[in-house]
């Protein structure tokens, strides 16, 4: 059995030393076939350095009926916001353009004045944000801010996408979240995509037939 790792504020505090703010980003939805990209984005002053949240962990090892009560502990905690890109501008400008336009709008609500950004990843696909940028690999599993933003970011979609689940029931996004799940798969390729589909993704699955919508 694994040992589940959890997240600790040893780089923001680090960070914070020179710092007003820290802002953790984290991106959900990147892979999914269907429904937009999500970027959290968490600020942490000195404040919150010393309480986190005890449960906190990499979003996607939360498990699924505890995500929301920790999500409004994390804002709780600190300050989230989360900014979207729709499937039209995922098409129009690929993934790495929406995801940096998604942040950007989760940005838009801090003053970015004395803040440093630290970015999950292994590259800075944010780039000019008007601060700092600090990348750092797995740093939703090592971060605490980043796991905020990133609870924050799997929390927003995942509601939204559970929404948009009512008027398209066949394609259990209430379950899936727009990932390619075998009953989403199926769906798709016995009903053909909807307008909440990235076409562009689907052709491994629907070959040609992606013409036709």
């Known amino acids: 059995m694994s040992l589940v790792t959890y997240p600790n504020l040893d780089l923001e505090r680090e960070l914070l030393a020179n710092y007003r703010f820290v ?8 892979g999914a076939l269907a429904g937009p990209v999500a970027v959290g984005a968490f600020a942490l002053s000195s404040d919150g350095l010393g309480f986190m949240p005890s449960t906190l ?10 995500r929301k009560p920790l999500a409004v502990e994390v804002a709780s905690w600190g300050t989230a916001r989360v900014g979207f890109s729709s499937v039209q501008v995922i098409e129009q400008k690929g993934i790495n353009s929406a995801l ?3 942040a950007l709008d989760s940005l838009s609500g801090f003053e970015l004045q004395d803040t440093i950004v ?3 990843g292994s590259h800075d696909w944010l780039g000019d944000c008007g601060a700092e940028v600090v990348v750092r690999v797995k740093a939703d599993r090592d971060c605490g801010s980043v796991a905020g933003a990133a609870i ?5 979609r995942d509601e939204l996408m559970t929404s948009l689940s009512k008027d398209f029931p066949d394609y259990g996004w209430d379950s899936n ?12 390729q016995s009903m053909g995509p909807s307008q909440h589909h990235r076409l562009s993704w689907l052709t491994k699955i629907l070959g040609d037939q992606t013409a036709l919508f």
Not at 57 to 66: G, H, I, Q, Y
Not at 152 to 156: D, M, N, P, T
């Open 100 to 102: 940096r336009l998604a």
């Open 177 to 188: 979240k727009g990932y390619a799940a075998p009953s989403h798969i199926k769906a798709l």
């Open 152 to 156: 924050s970011a799997k929390v927003a």
């Open 118 to 120: 630290l970015l999950d």
């Open 23 to 30: 802002i953790g980003i984290d991106e959900v939805g990147r």
């Open 57 to 66: 962990r990499d979003s996607k090892l939360v498990p699924e009926p505890k």
